[in-house]
């Protein structure tokens, strides 16, 4: 029996220990164990991998299920990372909280997986268990979002977004907006949702924009706050911003849903946005639900964020498995689409 065949055995009876004793919940999904917040029903036991031997353990950290953007990054690795493409998948939910995630690392650590994937809540405090990883010689795969260690060797390589460069690309295409509307050197009022503090996203969507700020002298920015990357807080914030702020000429959200929720807001307050409203909308991520909402005139620009990394992290696993070396730094590409262009036929295409 082989030792991949053991551990998926071992990962197997923690499943149906933690039922039988009610300590830990359970949902399988063909080859997927989800342990957190799911029902304690699961499917027959015949799901689990017959065949042992070619099963390559995977263990994913996700960040939660905040947005769009989160969903289609989750159902992106669900979908690849199956037992038709030969993996076991271990598949934790952190609800947006860096201690969840530190359990998990550890919790798969524990049980052996062959492969960590991380997506990093915040860019600190990883250096401890990354460590404990590499001791027990598990190749860490970052995804998504950015960590800041000393030590790059803590982990195999990253793949995810430029964030500096999207919130870059907003900033200049406000810039370019004005000009064409003739309004380039008057007075501009903004406000910023932020996403979720010290992540990534946040932080490099915040430093790209500022730059473009810096530049333009008759820019104000009135205030950033954090909308928690959520619908519902993004709609908190931007009432509190339109009760304290009476003319906000542009919101930029660090990311759709915070803008759905910034939409309700300034309707409700009886304001219009979009290319013929009051209030200029800029946004992250560019979901199918966002695009559509710039069909009909309430977004003026979303600035792209791809979260269809499953494939490529397979494909960093295999080359993995074959010895080969891995690129440590791995940018997707990424473009933007604003309230200009044929949206009914950039919808057709869109998968995410
Ligand atoms: O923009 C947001 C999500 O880390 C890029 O996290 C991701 C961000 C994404 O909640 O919608």
Redesign the pocket.
């Known amino acids: 029996m082989g030792k991949k065949c053991i551990r998926v055995i071992a990962l197997f009876l923690i499943v149906c220990l933690g039922s039988l004793c009610g300590c830990v919940s359970k949902q399988k999904q063909d080859n997927v164990i989800d342990r957190k917040g799911a029902s304690e029903e699961g499917k027959p036991l015949s799901d689990t991998p017959e065949d042992d031997s070619d099963y390559i353990v995977v263990g994913f950290s996700q960040?939660?299920s905040?947005?769009?953007?989160?969903n289609a990054?989750t159902e992106s690795f669900r979908k690849m990372f199956t037992a038709a493409n030969g993996y076991y998948l271990l598949y934790e939910d952190a609800q947006q909280k860096q201690e969840n995630q530190l359990k998990d690392v550890r919790n798969f650590i524990l049980q052996e997986v062959d492969y960590i994937i991380l997506?990093p809540i915040v860019e600190t405090g990883w250096e401890t268990v990354l460590k404990e990883a590499k001791d027990a010689g598990i190749p860490v795969i970052l995804v998504?979002?950015k960590i800041e260690v000393a030590d790059e060797d803590l982990y195999t390589c990253w793949v995810?977004?430029n964030?500096e460069e999207e919130g870059r690309r907003a900033g200049e295409w406000l810039e370019n907006y004005l000009k064409l509307q003739k309004r380039k050197d008057k007075k501009l009022r903004i406000v910023t949702l932020q996403?979720?503090p010290e992540?990534?996203?946040q932080i490099g969507?915040t430093a790209g924009f500022a730059k473009v700020l810096a530049k333009n002298k008759n820019w104000t920015m009135l205030e950033r706050r954090n909308g928690e990357?959520?619908q519902a807080k993004g709609k908190e914030v931007m009432e509190d911003f339109l009760a304290e702020y009476e003319d906000i000429d542009v919101v930029v959200s660090?990311?759709?849903?915070m803008t759905f929720g910034a939409i309700e807001a300034i309707e409700a307050a009886g304001k219009r946005c979009g290319p013929s409203g009051d209030i200029i909308v800029i946004s992250?991520?560019a979901?199918q639900a966002a695009l559509e909402l710039m069909q009909r005139g309430k977004i003026n620009a979303d600035f792209e964020?791809n979260?269809m990394l499953g494939p490529i992290v397979s494909d960093l696993i295999q080359r993995l498995e074959r010895g080969e070396e891995v690129k440590k730094t791995q940018y997707v590409d990424e473009q933007y689409f604003d309230a200009s262009m044929n949206l009914g036929e950039i919808l057709r295409k869109r998968v995410y």
Do not use: K, L
């Not at 905040?66 to 989160?70: F, M, V």
């Not at 660090?254 to 849903?257: R, S, T, V």
């Open positions: 960040v939660g905040e947005s769009d953007w989160r990054s997506d998504d979002r995810g977004s964030f996403g979720t992540s990534s996203a969507r990357f959520t660090e990311n759709d849903n992250f991520d979901v964020c979260p």
